[in-house]
């Protein structure tokens, strides 16, 4: 991890909820690497954003959740109930990517150093992301993304994890004027929106990461933005300068 940047500026931008529209329920556990990125309210943890475990001391997440004091649950299916399987951790270090964009979000990628390993279990364990020259989802492939955001537009939550199959958009689409003109980036994917800091998945490995550009679930009717990973990664867990 010699190449991560500790970036120590914690950028104060708003946070913007957003959601898993038109999605299921998940299995219970069948995502072991959903990570629930929770804050303390009086007795009780609200579910914040999106996370998942690419290694066993680290979760992949956004800059812009800004995790920074937070809580990270591991084997979560259910946020309110008591359940076996869930893990709860302090924030040991944050590693913002030093090039985050708070205008545009480009750049939008976090690694969190919990401040204990993990106990490898059915319900918690590691997804395989994608390094540096793989191959990213051409238009029109089909990806998904999990979370416990918004399921309509009013925001209203879910309390099990929900999962969706989506569509990669064309970018030219996304950099449309109409879309997200020139804050869409080489660096972001355009698909269905998912929950902040979640995964998106293609054949299983984790090759996007939630960030909506700072875009309300349904606010506008615009698809979700992901933060590349494969830019970011070289053959370690490492952001590249
Ligand atoms: C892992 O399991 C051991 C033994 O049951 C326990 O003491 C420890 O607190 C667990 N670690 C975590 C991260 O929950
Ligand atoms: C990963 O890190 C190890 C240990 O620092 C190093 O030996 C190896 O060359 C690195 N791999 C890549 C692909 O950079």
Redesign the pocket.
């Known amino acids: 991890y010699?190449q991560i940047y500790i970036f120590l500026i914690l950028h104060y931008i708003l946070f913007y909820s957003e959601g898993i529209i038109g999605g299921r329920e998940a299995v219970p556990h069948s995502r072991p690497y959903m990570a629930s990125i929770q804050v303390q309210e009086g007795e009780n943890m609200k579910h914040e954003c999106g996370g998942f475990v690419v290694a066993d001391q680290w979760v992949m997440t956004a800059v812009h959740c800004l995790p920074n004091g937070r809580k990270v649950v591991l084997g979560v299916h259910s946020l309110s109930e008591p359940e076996d399987e869930k893990q709860t951790f302090d924030i040991l270090e944050l590693h913002n990517n030093p090039t985050f964009s708070a205008s545009n979000y480009d750049n939008d990628i976090a690694l969190i150093k919990l401040d204990r390993p993990f106990n490898a279990s059915e319900a918690v364990r590691a997804v395989e992301y994608l390094r540096a020259g793989g191959t990213n989802p051409d238009t029109d492939a089909e990806v998904e993304t999990a979370g416990w955001g918004s399921l309509n537009n009013l925001g209203s939550r879910p309390d099990k994890l929900q999962e969706v199959v989506v569509e990669v958009v064309r970018p030219t689409r996304c950099s449309r004027g109409d879309y997200f003109g020139r804050k869409f980036t080489s660096n972001m994917i355009c698909a269905h929106k998912g929950d902040s800091g979640g995964p998106l998945l293609y054949n299983g490995v984790a090759v996007g990461i939630t960030s909506n550009g700072g875009m309300k679930c349904g606010q506008i009717r615009k698809p979700g933005i992901y933060t590349i990973i494969s830019h970011y990664t070289?053959?370690?867990t490492t952001y590249k300068a």
């Open positions: 010699n070289d053959g370690n």
